[in-house]
């Protein structure tokens, strides 16, 4: 069993910069991919960014492209999201996300708690 528990979350203005944090306990870290994925009120959750097992396997959605950067530290169990020029679109709660293969070939996921992000000036 693996915890998640992001961080980092908060009001900004417009233009302004947050960092996110999402730290894992319970497991070995380097074995999992990670996501952050972000949902706003009344709309589906979507994909944000990912990082694969390498620290330059990384994809980001069209939405955030250019602004948010992702990364990750498995000396330190953590996965980060640096969100740059946010916009009031940006506002939801970010939600981290890891995932796994296990020897046997099944799937372990795990979910976060979600952090709220607000861009308003």
């Known amino acids: 069993q693996v915890q998640l528990v992001e961080s980092g979350g908060g009001l900004v203005q417009p233009g302004g910069s947050l960092r996110l944090s999402c730290v894992a306990s319970?497991?070995?870290?380097?074995?999992?991919?990670a996501t952050w994925y972000r949902q706003a009120p009344g709309k589906e959750r979507e994909l944000v960014a990912h990082?694969?097992?390498?620290?330059?396997?990384?994809s980001y959605s069209g939405s955030v492209q250019g602004r948010f950067t992702i990364s990750r530290d498995n000396g330190k169990s953590a996965v980060y999201l640096q969100m740059n020029s946010l916009k009031p679109e940006d506002t939801a709660v970010y939600f981290c996300?890891?995932?796994?293969?296990?020897?046997?070939?099944?799937?372990?996921?795990?979910w976060g708690q979600g952090t709220q992000v607000t861009v308003s000036s």
């Open positions: 319970g497991s070995t870290f380097s074995s999992y991919v």
């Open positions: 996300h890891a995932a796994t293969v296990t020897d046997g070939g099944d799937t372990r996921a795990y």
């Open positions: 990082i694969g097992h390498a620290e330059d396997a990384t």
